[in-house]
């Protein structure tokens, strides 16, 4: 048996609060997710993704956004104009008010999406607040990163704006949400984060903080949970044949030794950006895709993501800066899949986030088989094993266990060293408790 990143660490305080360790988040797109595409339409199907299981509902951006040099119609979400407000186009402050109630009222934890990297270029603080604030060129004007020609950079040597932007934040603490997802939080320096986040920690306790960001220095004093982009990237690239289980195991140890201990992991097959900008998970996984959400849900230290449609299916690029609502919602054979992976997740404290989670073995060792990902993570006497297969052709092996087990989607029982058939993008699950 070969062993990734194992030992044990004395029992200490949790770094992470006690809810969020086997939580799953589920991004909605406001936007697109009805035809109205309003907050009070959105509420209505807050008791929908309660019965689906999701724990956080991150909102993407729900605050003003610029007119000037605004991208397509309605623009896009992280141009923002207006920290404290919302988007006339979501409705009121009062109905994110009843947004968040219901939410709170089905047992469901809610965060913003929040871009401290930058805002409009017609922000309120550009014409309110002193010049200074911004990053600006030797002409005076306001600067632009990448391609996004509808921002203006905030200055983050500026100590009163730093000072602003955390109490823009404390706002929406004030007012009940459980935490934040921060964009681009890599391109803000890491020591706001680090001297901003304990404080708010310190003042609102039980908030969760995600960075969209892979740096280890995220987790030094910051965030809960960053990006795994490296993984989203590797799990595209074994779909299209151009890399290997190997590679995944690699990874797995790679991010270990990478990561601490009690790093969330962030694991999805899409979100916002890659179903916009780069293709559905359909698009780019094909007949892969449903084993490769399965991974996100089980592989070490990750904390899985559902992004808007996944759980029927939806395949469909929304576009990012029009409206392009989900036609209709239906509760099909993905729901069910979706439904399953996070009662898996729920029902086995092995596959937690960050320190309470096991780690990943592999009972095969050098047996395993090209284009099998076997892993097992064990903890506290409860055991998860997951057999993926992760190529275009069968794969055959030997049940790694004793005794007989039941596999947890079918309900079908295996016998241990049986040699075993699984088809191409299949997988089996046992989960075992014996606490």
Same mark, same amino acid.
Do not use: C, H
């Given at each position: 048996m070969v062993l990734v990143a194992c030992g044990t660490r004395p029992q200490q305080p949790a770094a992470h609060p006690d809810w969020s360790y086997n939580s799953v988040v589920y991004e909605m797109n406001v936007r697109q997710y009805t035809p109205e595409g309003t907050l009070a339409a959105a509420a209505r199907h807050l008791p929908r993704l309660r019965e689906l299981g999701v724990? =956080?509902?991150w909102l993407m951006p729900v605050y /003003? =956004?610029?007119? @000037?040099?605004? @991208?397509?119609? +309605?623009g896009s979400y992280y141009a923002i104009s207006d920290y404290e407000a919302v988007n006339p186009e979501f409705g009121t402050l009062e109905d994110f008010d009843r947004f968040l109630a219901e939410a709170h009222r089905l047992g469901l934890r809610v965060i913003l999406d929040w871009v401290a990297n930058h805002t409009s270029p017609d922000a309120r603080w550009i014409e309110e607040r002193p010049a200074d604030w911004y990053v600006r060129d030797s002409l #005076?004007?306001? =600067?632009? $990163?990448? &391609?996004?020609?509808d921002i203006a950079k905030l200055d983050y040597g500026n100590a009163d704006m730093r000072a602003a932007m955390a109490a823009a934040m404390r706002f929406w603490l004030d007012r009940g949400i459980d935490g934040f997802r921060c964009d681009m939080a890599c391109e803000? /320096? =890491? &020591?706001?984060? $680090? $001297?901003? !986040? /304990?404080? +708010?920690?310190?003042?609102? /306790? #039980?908030?969760? +903080?995600l960075a969209e960001g892979e740096a280890p220095a995220l987790h030094d004093g910051a965030f809960d949970a960053s990006y795994a982009w490296e993984l989203h990237h590797l799990l595209n690239d074994i779909a299209q044949g151009r890399k290997s289980a190997a590679d995944l195991r690699a990874y797995v140890a790679r991010d270990a030794a990478a990561m601490p201990r009690e790093a969330f992991r962030l694991m999805f097959t899409s979100n916002h950006d890659e179903n916009s900008w780069a293709g559905t998970e359909f698009e780019r996984m094909g007949d892969a895709a449903r084993v490769m959400a399965l991974l996100t849900f089980t592989l070490p230290n990750g904390q899985p993501l559902v992004y808007t449609g996944q759980e *029927?299916?939806? &395949?469909h690029r929304f576009e990012f800066f029009e409206k392009d609502p989900v036609p209709a919602w239906e509760r099909n054979g993905f729901t069910d899949f979706y439904a399953a992976l996070i009662r898996l997740r729920h029902e086995n404290p092995v596959l937690a986030a960050g320190e309470r989670g096991g780690q990943a073995a592999y009972p095969l060792g050098e047996r395993t088989p090209d284009g !099998? *990902? !076997?892993?097992?993570r064990t903890a506290g006497g409860n055991e998860v094993t997951v057999a993926a297969n992760l190529s275009a052709e069968e794969v055959a092996f030997d049940l790694p266990f004793e005794g007989s087990r039941r596999e947890f989607f079918t309900g079908k029982e295996y016998t241990g060293g049986t040699r075993t058939v699984l088809p191409a993008w299949q997988w089996l699950v046992f989960a075992q408790d014996r606490r």
């Open positions: 724990d =956080i509902v /003003p =956004i610029g007119v @000037k040099e605004r @991208k397509g119609t +309605l #005076g004007n306001t =600067i632009v $990163q990448y &391609d996004w020609t803000v /320096p =890491i &020591d706001f984060w $680090q $001297q901003t !986040l /304990p404080a +708010l920690r310190k003042e609102y /306790p #039980g908030i969760y +903080l *029927m299916g939806f &395949d !099998l *990902m !076997l892993f097992s």
